[in-house]
């Protein structure tokens, strides 16, 4: 699987943006997707997942009811709508594919060492 994150950029804070996740290949339906974050001097940090089939989500705490993802089976695409953005979301955003079966119970179970595939990154910045 091959993972190419779009959609990022320079918003003010308060804004929204949305990013997309497109995946090569028949298997994406088979695979759970996963967003995660990497703000400079700081480790990768898990934000948000989503079930094969769309119907588990999990996120951390820090964006819930902010942000939301969700995937299109159909398009092999996976989106993270982000909104009311804060300068503390600035980071690089992955998106990451896992073929195995995954918790999606505590955001602490999703770690990143759990997902196969990794796209190449898409830069958020927030102004404040």
């Known amino acids: 699987v091959q993972l190419q994150a779009s959609g990022g950029g320079l918003v003010q804070a308060g804004g929204s943006l949305r990013l997309s996740c497109a995946a090569s290949?028949?298997?994406?339906?088979?695979?759970?997707m996963g967003w995660f974050r990497q703000a400079p001097g700081k480790e990768r940090e898990f934000v948000a997942a989503?079930?094969?089939?769309?119907?588990?989500?999990v996120y951390v705490d820090s964006v819930k009811g902010r942000f939301t993802i969700s995937r299109d089976n159909a398009k092999n695409t996976v989106y993270l709508q982000m909104n009311s953005l804060k300068p503390e979301d600035t980071a690089v955003y992955y998106c990451?594919?896992?073929?195995?079966?995954?918790?999606?119970?505590?955001?602490?179970?999703?770690?990143?060492?759990?997902?196969?595939?990794w796209g190449q990154g898409t830069l958020v910045t927030v102004s404040s």
């Open positions: 989503i079930s094969r089939t769309g119907g588990l989500t």
């Open positions: 290949g028949r298997t994406f339906s088979s695979h759970n």
């Open positions: 990451a594919a896992a073929s195995r079966l995954l918790p999606f119970t505590t955001p602490q179970s999703m770690s990143a060492t759990k997902y196969d595939y």
